[in-house]
């Protein structure tokens, strides 16, 4: 499952089209299919949830995210399946 | 829909003159049309309004954002289509 | 009224001799007439008024501004004409 | 036990396929194996669990942790051994 | 006054060997004589004064202000001037 | 003692293979015989134990300190011999 | 006494050899001599003491300081002779 990572962005790579959680500063978390990303870890995320207590709060659509405030990108099915 | 976004910044690119929601660091959120980005994410928008739970708290016409206090960037017209 | 914005900075550019309202980060906010700008975003304004619920709480005449600070800028003109 | 270590990211480099401890800015640590790393300190991490008082809070399963939110980081072996 | 202006730096270089106030991160406010300056903002100012609800709360003499904490600087005789 | 410290790194590479006392922002304290650094400042310690009030608080083994939440690093040697 | 400060670092250059009294992000204050310095203003001082209302609270022999948490280096004797 987790071959092909050699580097931090085969992750992301391995991601596009997928689901993600990502868990931002401030204790924001969002949820999304990641579409985009570049060096910065800027991310283009469709169907973007914010999510708290695992509920959503918001749907945002297509969202662009600035990497300085990521902490961590999780692919959504490796999460969800063992949470 | 989401055709054409390769990279983050096309995203940007797309909504150009269109309606952007902007969350700010500080919990700030404005609402405007996205006329220019560059690449450190600085935006101008036009008929700029800070927003505070979902009501108009202050018109401020054309602003300038520095990219560094984003923490998002929604097109208005998906973000609002879903809420 | 907003063209010849295809960048950023042009906003800037724009503003240059008028009265800008400059939002800092710590909810510090300050007007006065745009004289220079730098690539960095640190602007020289004349005529600086610090504001606190829309009065003057000091008069600082010339000032630098350090661009790390600044969260938004926005022509008077247009952020007071809808206020 | 700590031979080839010369350069900080000696010791990365000898972690990969270990598990690692991660304590991250705002308290927050995970425990995960360690895929993959760059010079950012960029992240990858398998079976991530989110640590609370030694209980798992969340786990995560792959994860890419960016780097600026890093503190330290330690072979969960050696983090282990001592406890 | 403001004649020469083009730059920010340059309201900096008219300002050498005259008086500034200096408004740093964390509502610190310091007073003294400008001597150098560079690119970062670094200052060196000499018979420095932090200041405090416009009272002088220490005398420092010479010392080196790192740019990075630094807010705005304005010179002392027209932030005096209209206070 | 303190012959051949002429940068700030000659410190650091004076003390390799010695214990070193390192504070971090967030008032955390470690302490450890530092086998690496980079010019980023990035450490990595053996025998690291986190400090509390001059007690052990955890056992951390092997570990690596990213530069950017360092406020100084101190010989132990010096900090112990005059505490 | 201010002759020779044409850029910041020359009041670095200086005040080598000399006490220097260092103020740190979060209130914190050190007093050493001054032994080596770079352009990200890292120090190396000797005879370190942490200072709290003008009293030692910790002495910590020789220390290297991370440039990023200073605000501001004043050389000892001229912030003592007027306080």
């Known amino acids: 499952m987790v071959n092909g990572i050699e580097r931090p962005l085969d992750l992301l790579n391995n991601a ?13 978390q969002v949820v999304g299919t990641l579409l985009a990303f570049d060096i910065h870890i800027n991310l283009v995320l469709d169907n973007v949830r914010e999510m708290q207590n695992n509920e959503t709060k918001r749907n945002l659509g297509l969202a662009f995210l600035r990497g300085d405030t990521i902490i961590y990108i999780s ?3 490796t999460a969800l399946k063992k949470e």
């Open 75 to 77: 692919p959504a099915s």
């Open 16 to 28: 596009k089209g997928k689901e993600v959680l990502v868990y931002l500063k401030g204790d924001k």
